[in-house]
């Protein structure tokens, strides 16, 4: 059952690419280097001065912020500290 799961989502298509043979040919390889243009590790880390707060939240905002993050792939805690961070950068 698994296999014909498998054909059935590849296709007829996918048989066929198997089996094509791979035709190698014997033309030079051009290349050049390339500087390194990339920042060191520990520069690619963007850091914060964060300060550790203790808050209650009511229960509906939490969940509207957990909902929220999970919808786009992040933590729902990071969500609220940009919109504190927006707020304060508008109005401070």
């Known amino acids: 059952m698994i296999s014909k799961l498998l054909v059935l989502g ?3 298509k996918g048989e066929e690419f198997m ?3 791979i035709k190698y040919t014997d033309e030079p390889i051009e ?3 390339v500087r390194d243009f990339l920042p060191p590790p520990d520069e690619l880390v963007f850091r914060e001065d964060n300060v550790k707060v ?3 939240l009511s229960r509906a905002s ?8 999970k919808q786009r792939h ?3 805690q990071k969500t609220i500290r940009n919109l504190l ?6 109005f401070g």
């Open 10 to 12: 590849i296709g007829e």
């Open 19 to 21: 089996r094509r043979k």
């Open 31 to 33: 290349s050049r280097v």
């Open 54 to 56: 203790t808050m209650s």
């Open 62 to 69: 939490v969940e509207f912020f957990k909902r929220t993050a």
């Open 74 to 76: 992040t933590h729902y």
């Open 85 to 90: 961070d927006s707020y304060a950068t508008r």
